[in-house]
Nanobody
Framework: QVQLVESGGGLVQPGGSLRLSCAAS????????MGWYRQAPGNQRELVAR???????NYADFVKGRFTISGDNAKNTVYLQMNSLKPEDTAVYYC??????????????WGKGTLVTVSS
């Protein structure tokens, strides 16, 4: 089993910043990558940013230049620094882990999500 504990969501004004954190724990054998996805009401879940264990990153076009993903391998933790937030960034943000847990092959695991609301 793996637990992904997210924190850092909340209400922020347009132009403001938030920092999300996600800590992974449990019977983790190998982490290939961790990342953040988001889902707004009525929309499908979409990739925001992803970082591999080696430190390679990729971002959705709509956050390039505003959001930065980083990771702490020793703590199995990933962060998402979100700057210049816009109302359209309002969504539930989900932490994702891609890896091998408990002897099972490579799978995706998800946190419960943290709500980010950008509003004046």
């Amino acid at each position: 089993q793996v637990q992904l504990v997210e924190s850092g969501g909340g209400l922020v004004q347009p132009g403001g910043s938030l920092r999300l954190s996600c800590a992974a724990s449990g019977s983790i054998f190998k982490i290939n990558a961790m990342g953040w996805y988001r889902q707004a009401p009525g929309n499908q879940r979409e990739l925001v940013a992803r970082i591999t264990r080696a430190g390679s990153t990729n971002y959705a076009d709509f956050v390039k230049g505003r959001f930065t993903i980083s990771g702490d391998n020793a703590k199995n933790t990933v962060y998402l620094q979100m700057n210049s937030l816009k109302p359209e960034d309002t969504a539930v943000y989900y932490c994702n882990l891609e890896g091998i847990v408990g002897g099972i092959g490579v799978m995706d695991y998800w946190g419960k999500g943290t709500l980010v609301t950008v509003s004046s």
